[in-house]
């Protein structure tokens, strides 16, 4: 068990709790739905996961199998700053997939939000090549 949490960790490439809501599924716009949600990286996937405070860093780790709400495999997506008529908020994220959802992840706090953009963007880049 100890090396599953070592292989794990080491796997883990960024979390942290974000806000996010779909705001499109197939080019259809869907009703915004802003909820925080612990939010993992982790192999070209990025996943969403209900309830924060119960999904906190270790008991995340302690139940890696854990069932995230939502999960976004990043290969062929797309990130970037939402404009201002997206949402009222500040630090925008829109995240589009290859299959047409896209998402807005916000976050108050601008170094978190920049540190997911530089995050996202890297890993959506290796993709491309992979
Ligand atoms: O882009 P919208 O439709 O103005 O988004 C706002 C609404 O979804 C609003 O809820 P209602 O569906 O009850 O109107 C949300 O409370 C707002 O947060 C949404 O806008 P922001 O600007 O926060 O993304």
């Known amino acids: 068990l100890k090396h599953l949490h070592r292989y794990q960790v080491q796997n883990l490439e960024k979390a942290g709790i974000l806000n996010k809501t779909k705001?499109?599924?197939n080019g259809k716009k869907v009703r915004k739905n802003w909820?925080?949600?612990w939010t993992v990286l982790?192999?070209?996937v990025l996943t969403f996961h209900k309830d924060p405070k119960s999904t906190a860093t270790g008991y995340y780790l302690r139940s890696p199998q854990i069932v995230p709400e939502v999960t976004v495999?990043?290969?062929g997506?797309?990130?970037?700053w939402a404009?201002?008529?997206k949402s009222s908020k500040k630090n925008v994220l829109e995240l589009k997939t290859k299959n047409a959802v896209e998402f807005l992840i916000q976050?108050?706090?601008e170094s978190i939000i920049v540190d997911w953009h530089r995050v996202l963007t890297d890993t959506i880049r290796q993709l491309v090549r992979s």
């Not at 997506?77 to 970037?80: D, F, G, L, M, R």
Request: include cysteine; aromatic fraction near 4%; proline fraction near 0%.
């Open 107 to 109: 976050y108050d706090t």
């Open 23 to 25: 705001v499109s599924e």
């Open 35 to 37: 909820t925080q949600t």
């Open 83 to 85: 404009t201002k008529d």
């Open 77 to 80: 997506a797309t990130i970037c």
């Open 73 to 75: 495999d990043l290969k």
């Open 42 to 44: 982790h192999g070209g």
